[in-house]
């Protein structure tokens, strides 16, 4: 824990290490990662490795119910792991509840020793992080949220590696903003994450173009921009290349939020960190920046503007180059269309609900069904032969919507959802797409998915119906983007493809934190090949206060 002022106002957080960001982990490629999680705080805890393919590892992926029971007051857990086949930028955060508001932190993928950069190596490397922050304890946030079944209050400010920066009425004194240094001429490599709740972004700096590079720890073809997107869970690495002369100006680098929902239902400020030209021969550079030099503000989209969005996500792709190949799975196995939306669930007896009506409550789902957390964890109740059989879930999740689904502007008839804990079983090795629609139906909105345990290719994406013919034929295989968090774009669809090689209990989810807490989430169970999941692993024990410690674990 930790007493953090920001807006004027301290509160006490959640941290790792006492650091708020937390600290980055930075290994190499091909590095075992040890990290033993000692939970000092008064919430159970669990840290997920957001990106990290967790080969075979999944006991080390993090997920609190689907992955392993949450570390309790007073345990610790060794997450154990090795980064096979990636290198960029990841990122970590506390995977139970609303804790990742402050517990999060950049995971740095460097080359193997002696391998270089893809491109030149930049003159620095700067992690960006964006970040949420409420007055209140977030975890009050969200706990009135699901008492009253209403939307939790929205946050504050955001912030840039834990700072919201000079456009907020109070901030800490001394403490505003990030001042980012640079050197005419040379060329700065960001690591930006958006560890946000619940905003995707836009990201510009003031004169400057970005060059992005990479995204979720793969590298794509390069292509210049003004004006970034970066949702929750996403990263993205983009090199700044500063002007040929020290400009004598300072420049805003903005972050404002991308949404379509109801203006007032969604946090509207903007983040703002500086750009400061500074000169190596005049001694060393302050934390602070020169007033006096003229301020560039950029302009930023307004916060409903779709065109940037579609601009920049088609623009992705994939390198394709004999050294970085696209692997895309060509015929496929198993073909899902999931739709991804609100809905309403009954109000429970005895409770008063703010949802669309008093008598109903706010849910959200993928094809009808909000995923309920088991007791027991998933992967645990799979591995012990207590899931199917003891009924800690069903293997029936719907491989299509409860009802067809036809996106015609109108909210369609099926806004029903239902609660369980039903998983999607695939054999190991199946190659698999998935189409994911989203419904629009308590309103327009864009999410985020996250897919645990691996990365996937983003073959396809368009507006309205996901129509099976015509824009099945129009598939990007070529040179796809590859990444582990897409937007799936408001009123519209997205298709992914990816090779179910990882055996284990891998969960997917909105990155929207709000979302996912209303349920629109789900998990995918892929059996063991001829390889099984990681041999043994300490195992926690869910809803008590003891675990067996170093339990050995076969399979
Ligand atoms: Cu970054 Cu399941 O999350």
């Given amino acids: 824990m930790a007493n953090v002022t920001r807006l004027c106002a301290t509160k006490s957080i959640m941290t790792v290490n006492g650091e708020f960001p937390g600290p980055a982990l930075v290994a190499r490629e091909g590095d075992r990662v040890l990290v033993r999680v000692t939970n000092q705080v008064s919430h159970n805890m669990t840290l997920h490795w957001h990106g990290i393919r967790q080969l075979r590892s999944g006991w080390a992926d993090g997920p609190a119910y689907v992955a392993q029971c949450p570390i309790q007051i007073g345990q610790s857990y060794v997450y154990n792991f090795n980064i096979t086949g990636q290198r ?3 990122w970590w955060h506390a995977h139970i509840s609303w804790i990742r508001a402050t517990v999060y932190g950049a995971i740095v993928i460097l080359p193997e020793l002696g391998i270089p950069y893809p491109l030149a190596a930049p003159h620095e490397e700067v992690p960006i992080l964006f970040g949420e922050w409420w007055k209140a304890n977030t975890e009050a946030v969200v706990k009135q949220a699901l008492q009253t079944g209403g939307a939790p209050n929205i946050s504050d400010a955001f912030t840039i590696n834990g700072l919201p920066g000079p456009l907020y009425n109070c ?12 050197e005419a001429g040379k060329t700065y490599l960001l690591r930006l994450i958006n560890a946000a709740l619940n905003d995707e ?24 921009v003004n004006t970034l997107v970066i949702s929750p869970g996403q990263t993205t690495n983009v090199l700044l290349t500063a002007k040929p002369f020290n400009p004598k100006a300072n420049f805003y680098m903005s972050a404002v939020p991308y949404s379509t929902i109801r203006p007032g239902t969604f946090d509207n400020t903007t983040v ?41 996500t088609t623009k992705l792709r994939s390198l394709a180059t004999a050294t970085y190949p696209v692997i895309v799975p060509r015929s496929v196995d198993k073909r899902f269309l999931f739709t991804i939306g609100p809905g309403t669930l009954p109000c429970p007896v005895n409770m008063t609900c703010q949802g669309p009506t008093n008598v109903t409550r706010f849910a ?91 990365n996937f290719f983003v ?34 669809w997205v298709a992914i493809r990816f090779l179910a090689d990882n055996p284990g209990v891998w969960f ?43 339990f050995r674990f076969s399979v």
């Avoid at 972004?201 to 210049?224: G, M, R, S």
């Avoid at 500086?274 to 020169?290: K, M, Q, R, T, V």
Wanted: neutral net charge.
């Fill in 88 to 90: 960029g930028t990841l």
């Fill in 364 to 454: 959200a789902a993928m094809n009808n069904v909000s995923l309920v957390f088991p007791s027991t964890a998933l992967l645990q109740s799979h591995y012990t032969g207590m899931g199917m059989s003891k009924g800690v879930y069903a293997s029936n999740f719907p491989t299509a919507p409860l009802t067809p689904f036809s996106y015609t502007g109108t909210p369609p008839n099926n806004i029903n959802v239902a609660k369980g804990t039903r998983l999607l079983v695939l054999p190991f090795n199946t190659s698999v797409e998935l189409v994911m629609q989203e419904t629009s139906i308590l309103g327009v909105e864009s999410h985020p998915l996250h897919l645990h345990g691996f």
């Fill in 272 to 312: 703002t960190g500086i750009l400061e030209y500074h000169n190596p021969n005049s001694g060393s550079a302050s934390s602070s920046f020169d007033k006096d030099l003229p301020l560039f503000k950029p302009t930023m989209p307004r916060f409903n503007d779709t065109g940037p969005v579609t601009n920049f």
């Fill in 171 to 182: 901030s800490a004194k001394g403490m505003n903003e990030l001042v980012l240094k640079v």
């Fill in 508 to 550: 997917m989810h909105c990155h929207l934190e709000v979302h996912t807490t209303w349920g629109l989430r789900m998990a995918w169970l892929v059996l063991d090949g001829s390889l099984a999941n990681q041999k043994s692993q300490e195992i926690l024990v869910c809803l008590v206060r003891s675990r067996l410690a170093f």
């Fill in 459 to 492: 073959v396809g994406q368009g507006f309205g119906n996901y129509d099976a013919v015509n824009d099945l034929a129009k598939f990007n295989l070529v040179d796809p983007v590859e990444r582990n968090t897409v937007g799936v774009p408001a009123s519209g």
């Fill in 201 to 224: 972004l836009f990201f510009v700096i003031a004169n400057h173009k970005l060059t992005v590079v990479e995204v979720d720890a793969v590298c794509v073809k390069p292509f210049t």
